[in-house]
């Protein structure tokens, strides 16, 4: 799987402290997918990463983002 990152996702990935081990983890591994949004929970967490398109194995990512509100998104 080939994964692009957005200047968007790049920006905010660094902005927000959350580094490409967590993002790949979060796509190899995700506990669901939905509108397309892979999310996975992380301690006492979630993370988000929010893809644009799916296609021939490449993966785009417009943006990532942490929540505390767990059951929101699970």
């Known amino acids: 799987?080939?994964?692009?990152?957005?200047?968007?996702a790049l920006e905010r990935m660094?902005?927000?402290?959350?580094?490409f081990k967590e993002v790949k983890s979060t796509l190899?591994?995700?506990?669901k997918i939905a509108n397309n949004r892979y999310i996975k929970k992380?301690?006492?967490?979630?993370?988000?990463?929010?893809?644009?398109?799916e296609s021939k194995g490449v993966i785009k990512i417009v943006?990532?983002?942490?929540s505390s509100k767990i059951s929101k998104y699970l």
């Open 1 to 8: 799987m080939k994964i692009i990152f957005t200047k968007h």
């Open 14 to 19: 660094k902005e927000r402290d959350i580094g």
């Open 28 to 31: 190899k591994n995700p506990d």
């Open 42 to 53: 992380i301690d006492s967490y979630v993370l988000i990463v929010v893809v644009n398109e």
């Open 63 to 66: 943006t990532v983002f942490k």
